[in-house]
């Protein structure tokens, strides 16, 4: 079927340019999990969470300075930019403590979970109803959480607590992704981003400084991977999914997050060596499955008022 033709150049563009910076981001989101393995066999979780804190404020900061703009949001939207901080510090701890008591590959799947969670949300703050189908998708993905929470991994003793601190980190997510909007839609990303990671970074690094930043020396591997987490994952894949929110709206780029568990599952096996288990697979399918019937009945989010995104 031929395209509307209704449908303007601009918009034709502004989609290619929303599915780009979306997947990018998400696609290094989902060999996240496997990095930050390899990471934490020097880094403490919180040493690691403040480095990439650290790096991923240090690099947007140059990059607005370079550009002759403000470090920081504009006054009026500084006080969610500190919330946005908070959240994000607590995101990325429990997903770090997390990934010390389970493998990457489960992680990848609870963490596709976040799009029905996030529709959840934009339901009890007003912004979507969701239909009858939708909360059978709700319960569907959740019964496949709770399968790929079955099977313990053998080489994982407190296997249980790392998977739930995922299943609880697709809240902080959720919660950043639904507050994030109007902020970053008036703001840009990139002041957003750097004014969220400043205050993740002070919240992460002085009880990381106090406790140690390492358990064990570091290697050109695991320094590798802080850095990868800190410049890629934080800063760059945080501001052009934060433009690609904006443009879009939190709805339709979280339901681009059925790719993500594919890409863990890939990395996971082929650079960790991780098994790859029938209860994975098949409550990762019924993950997606719960998330596709709550996505395709209803309406998407509407991108917040304001200015556009940083990357436009």
Not at 6 to 15: D, K, S
Not at 177 to 190: H, M, T
Request: positive net charge; aromatic residues 6%; contains cysteine.
């Amino acid at each position: 079927m031929s395209a509307n033709p209704q449908l303007t150049e601009q918009t034709r563009n502004a989609r290619t340019v929303f599915s780009g910076k979306a997947l990018l981001a998400i696609t290094a989101w989902g060999m996240s999990f496997v990095v930050t393995r390899v990471a934490l066999e020097s880094f403490d979780p919180l040493g690691l969470v403040a480095a990439r804190m650290i790096m991923g404020a240090a690099l947007l900061a140059l990059i607005l300075r370079a550009g002759g703009r403000s470090v920081m949001p504009r006054p009026a939207d500084r006080p969610m930019t500190a919330l946005l901080g908070a959240i994000f510090a607590v995101h990325l701890s429990i997903q770090a403590y997390g990934m010390q008591h389970t493998t990457a590959i489960n992680a990848g799947w609870i963490i596709g979970f976040i799009p029905a969670v996030t529709a959840v949300g934009s339901w009890l703050l007003g912004r979507e109803r969701i239909a009858g189908v939708g909360w059978l998708g709700l319960g569907l993905g959740l019964a496949g959480v709770l399968l790929v929470m079955a099977e313990k991994p053998p080489q994982f003793d407190r296997a249980r607590l790392g998977d739930l601190l995922q299943l609880a980190s697709c809240f902080t997510w959720a919660a950043y992704a639904l507050l994030a909007v109007r902020p970053v839609g008036a703001s840009g990303a990139l002041s957003v981003t750097a004014g969220a990671m400043v205050i993740a970074a002070l919240l992460t690094g002085i009880p990381a400084a106090l406790a140690g930043v390492t358990h064990a020396p570091l290697t050109l591997k695991t320094a590798l991977a802080a850095g990868f987490l800190g410049l890629i994952c934080s800063a760059g894949a945080m501001c052009i999914w934060s433009s690609a929110l904006v443009e879009h709206g939190p709805t339709r780029i979280a339901s681009l997050q059925y790719v993500q568990p594919f890409i863990t599952l890939a990395t996971g096996a082929v650079v960790l060596g991780e098994p790859i288990t029938m209860n994975a697979l098949s409550g990762g399918a019924c993950v997606l499955l719960g998330v596709w019937l709550i996505s395709s009945r209803r309406p998407n989010v509407a991108p917040a008022p304001g200015g556009p995104g940083d990357f436009d």
